[in-house]
Structure formats: C-alpha cells, structure tokens
C-alpha cells in the first residue's frame, strides 16, 4: 500500500511515540519572529538550558514592525523592546536573524521560501498558524504556541499527534480573473471553517499541477482557517525550479541528490487517504468574505445571504455576521462601499501579486474617500518591484507603498483600521477586531479584487472593471 507525503515525512522524523501516544517529531527547520518567542527564550533560559541547534533556526521581525516609521526607536516602545529582545536573543544564541537592516526582513512565511530555507519533505515549526504556507513545498509546517516554541528551541523536537490526509482535488482551468485566492475562499465555504479539524489537506489537481509556487503558497497560507493545521502540495517540477539557486538551497551535486529525494518524498499513486474530496475549477468565480469567518464567502456576483436560508448550524453566527457587518441580507455584494484597501500579508503580498495588480492599474487612480496601502511581504519583494517599477505604478495610482510587515493584517502594528472601517484586504482572517479596530470590517478578497475596490471606492468585480474575459 503506498504512502502519502505526510506518512513518509512523518515516518522520517519520528523519534519516538510518547506514552499518550503523540509522537515526539523532529522539527527539521524552526522559524522565530519577535512576538512568540521572548517568552520562549525566558523559559529556556529559566530551565538552564540553550538553543540546541541554533543552525536550525532562523529569525525575522515581522508582527510588530512598523511600516511607515522604519528608524528606531520605534514611536510604539512595546515594538522597539520586542526588537531589541529578539536582536539580543539571536545574538546570544547564534541565531541567524534577518534584521531590518538585513535586507532581507519580512513576514516570516515569506522570507523562509525567498532564501530557500523552506524545503520538501521536511518539517517546520514556527510561533505563527500560518506556518502551513511552508507545505506548499511539499514540507509538513506546523503552527505552534509558545511553549512549543521553547520545546523546539531547547531539544528540536515536539510533542504532536499524527493527523488524517485528505486529499482536496480541484481540477480544470480557472477562467480569467480568478486566482489561488478564489479557490481556497471557495473550498473554506464548502468544507467548513473546522472542516479541516485533525486533517493535514493535501491540494491535488491538474489546477494546482498548474499553479505557479506562489500561488501554491497562497492555498496552504490558508489551510488553517479551514481548521487544517497542516496543508500542502506534493513537489514537483514547479517546486525544484523554484527554489534553484536560492540562498539556503543546496548547491552543485548536493542539488542533484536533494531534487532526487525531494521527488521520493511525494505522495505514491496508490496512497491511502481518510478522505478525499473533489472540486471542478471552472464552477469557481472570484470570490469575497462578507461575515467574520473565512468561511462565511460568497461569489462576487451573489448577494448577503438571509441567516435563516443556512443550514441551522450556521445560523447564529451569521446573524451575528450581518450584524458586525452592518449589511443588510439580500444586498448585492458588488456595490457595498469600502473605507480601506489593503494589498499585503503572508497570504497575497508576494511579488506576483503586486505584479498582477500592477499590471492592471497603471493610469487608473484610487477613489477619493479609500485610502489604499501597499505592504510588500518582505524586503525582497520590496526590492525587486522597486527596480520592476512597480511601486511608481502604486504611488502613481494613489496608494501608500510600505515598508515590509505583517501591517494591516492583525492589529499589533501602528496600521489598524479606525472605528468601524470597512477594509476590501488580500489578508487571510476577517475575524472581529482582526485589523485593530474592535468594530472594523473585513472583506477577504483576491489582490485584484482588492485594487478593484480601492479604483471603484466599492466592492467590485475585478473581471468587469479591468475588461478580463
């Protein structure tokens, strides 16, 4: 019987079951920022014991880092410490750490692929739920809590149980105008936002076989808010390419025995999965949040549903959706006004998306009353689209082009909505509060869709206001 992924990366980095049955799992690489893992550092330090293998841990500031302001000290004093403590841990521990001053700071699910640190057929931990971006590389990448990331920090490994695989298949072409984003939306709606609860997703498909590596990023980003703390895409060609000649990639004949282990490393044909569940490309239109869950999504061209017309398990937390919103069931969502225009986060602040943005509003400005932001994922990103020209395209068109952070995806940054804003974001959570303001809005949506929006001063269809057919 053959073997998925996560059975043979599992397999491989077993060091042992535990007496309540949880594995303790080696954790190949770790990931730190400045939020989760000061207090990390104070327990290991308390326990008398050091980093075990600092080469196997790598560090960015991301959460806290203001985006305007870059000079420190930082205006927040809260964020300067945090800074300061994760610079001083690093050092003391022999932590590499991409500092501001690196050039090559950012959100941390961001630098690890750029630099070539996020590998197949390993495991990865970080203080962050996002870590699943990371199974895009066909690596099994956890998201864990603080005292984990002391585990990590003092022995490498941690205490897991092993999840079920279910294997998403979503095959076909998606028509123009629709993109990664659209897709996990789409597949959050139909399996739930704990659809995913004691699952790994692994995305499957002559549509993912097509996706570019970032776009593959963009869905496994996602995995968790459809309740899968794991999700990824087995390696191929897309993956290898992608990560040639990149920092921490192998090099010379190394490159040639890890592409060959890497191809091992992928699910066989004949794997045995816990379930397997099938989506047709084509049905799939662009599509929005319009409640305070990444489930609660609608195609761009359907209207507020009426709370009653779900299913009753849905219900209350609908009515309780329509009233944060301030939206109205059976209003068309093509229309509904916006304050706030957010391109960024770890899910959709790579240089292909501002690439495809850029691309489609050259000459075109932002609505008057919207103010628009623009957050490359990392410095870069930042970098390159400077030298493309694509930031003059932004500034030009009226948005504020940023300094490399998480921003205005959570509210612990000096970017947060005021009062009950409501913000078309390329983010990946639209919970109550999530963009610092307790009565802020938040409508998930594509990059493009985001820029539709910031240009229409409403939520718009990408696909009409660009003329893509």
């Known amino acids: 019987m053959g073997k998925t992924l996560l059975d043979k990366v599992w397999e491989e980095h077993t060091v042992r079951t535990l007496p309540d049955g949880r594995t303790q799992l080696l954790i190949g690489t770790h990931l730190i920022h400045e939020v989760t893992s000061p207090q990390a550092f104070g327990m290991v330090r308390d326990l008398g014991l050091k980093v075990l293998y600092p080469n196997r841990t790598f560090a960015t500031v991301d959460h806290i880092v203001p985006t305007d302001q870059r000079a420190e000290p930082f205006s927040d004093p809260l964020a300067d410490a945090m800074v300061k403590e994760l610079r001083k841990n690093c050092a003391e521990s022999g932590v590499t750490f991409f500092d501001l001053p690196s050039g090559n700071q950012g959100i941390v699910h961001i630098v690890g692929p750029e630099q070539g640190i996020t590998q197949p057929g390993t495991t990865i931990a970080c203080g962050d739920s996002h870590t699943s971006t990371h199974g895009a ?275 612990m940054n000096p970017d947060k909505l005021v009062g009950d804003q409501l913000c078309a974001s390329s983010s990946n959570r639209n919970f109550k509060g999530r963009q610092g303001s307790p009565t802020g809005r938040t409508m998930l949506m594509s990059p493009l869709m985001v820029a539709a929006a910031a240009l229409t001063g409403e939520v718009s269809d990408a696909r009409k206001v660009f003329g893509i057919n």
Not at 350 to 355: A, F, G, T
């Open 137 to 411: 590389f066909g690596a099994i990448a956890f998201g864990i809590g603080t005292s984990q990331v002391r585990d990590v920090l003092a022995t490498q490994t941690m205490a897991i149980g092993k999840p079920k695989v279910r294997r998403i298949n979503v095959d076909g072409k998606l028509a123009p105008g629709v993109y990664s984003k659209d897709v996990i939306l789409h597949i959050i709606r139909h399996l739930g936002v704990n659809g995913g609860i004691g699952y790994a997703y692994e995305f499957a498909g002559s549509t993912f076989d097509a996706f570019t590596q970032e776009e593959r990023m963009t869905v496994c980003n996602m995995s968790i808010e459809g309740g899968a703390r794991v999700g990824y895409v087995n390696p191929d060609e897309t993956t290898f390419e992608y990560l040639r000649g990149r920092p921490y990639s192998p090099k010379g004949a190394e490159w040639d025995a890890a592409v060959a282990r890497w191809k091992a490393v992928a699910s066989d044909k004949d794997a045995v999965y816990d379930d397997i569940v099938n989506f047709k490309a084509e049905e799939i239109l662009p599509t929005i949040t319009w409640g305070i869950t990444p489930g609660q999504a609608i195609f761009i061209d359907e209207a507020i549903p009426n709370p009653d017309d779900l299913p009753e398990k849905d219900r209350a937390t609908a009515h309780e959706a329509i009233e944060h919103m301030k939206l109205t069931a059976g209003t068309p969502a093509i229309g509904i006004k916006i304050d706030v225009a957010f391109l960024g986060s770890c899910t959709n602040g790579r240089l292909s998306d501002l690439q495809e943005v850029a691309k489609h509003i050259r000459g075109r400005k932002v609505a008057s009353h919207v103010k628009a932001i623009v957050v490359p994922g990392s410095q870069g990103v930042a970098s390159v689209a400077e030298k493309m020209g694509l930031a003059e395209i932004f500034r030009e068109a009226g948005f504020e082009w940023r300094g490399a952070g998480c921003s205005m995806c959570l509210g």
